[in-house]
Nanobody, 128 residues
Framework: QLRLVQSGGGLVQPGGSLTLSCTTA????????IGWFRRVPGKAREAIPC????????SDGDSVKGRFTMSRDTVKNTAILHGDHLTTEDTATYYC?????????????????????WGQGTQVTVSS
């Protein structure tokens, strides 16, 4: 069974940082791109833009203003999402998703139907 296993998250203080991991199970990361999404309470799930898209709005119209960066380690079959200067508005459930044959350091494809495998989601709560 092909899966993505997420780790990290939890409680973060305002102004703090988050680092989330997304590790493949049953397949290698080499042939897949990883996109990152989040669902803020009361809103639809939205794709998190790559730093190169930092001036653009995410699929839901909210900008993360380049505070999030993505990386990947194909030896460890792990993708990483790192966010800085978090605010309470970053409180959300964060998801990673794999898309076949789109191999790039960062993937920003807002259509959820494009992705083949989803992580289980991890909660990040930004609060003092």
């Amino acid at each position: 069974q092909l899966r993505l296993v997420q780790s990290g998250g939890g409680l973060v203080q305002p102004g703090g940082s988050l680092t989330l991991s997304c590790t493949t199970a049953g397949f290698a990361l080499d042939d897949y791109g990883i996109g990152w999404f989040r669902r803020v309470p009361g809103k639809a799930r939205e794709a998190i833009p790559c730093p190169s898209d930092s001036d653009r709005r995410s699929s839901d119209g909210d900008s993360v203003k380049g505070r999030f960066t993505m990386s990947r380690d194909t030896v460890k079959n792990t993708a990483i999402l790192h966010g800085d200067h978090l605010t309470t508005e970053d409180t959300a459930t964060y998801y990673c998703a794999a898309i076949r044959n789109v191999v790039a350091p960062c993937v920003f494809i807002s259509s959820e139907q494009a992705y083949h495998i989803w992580g289980q989601g991890t909660q990040v709560t930004v609060s003092s």
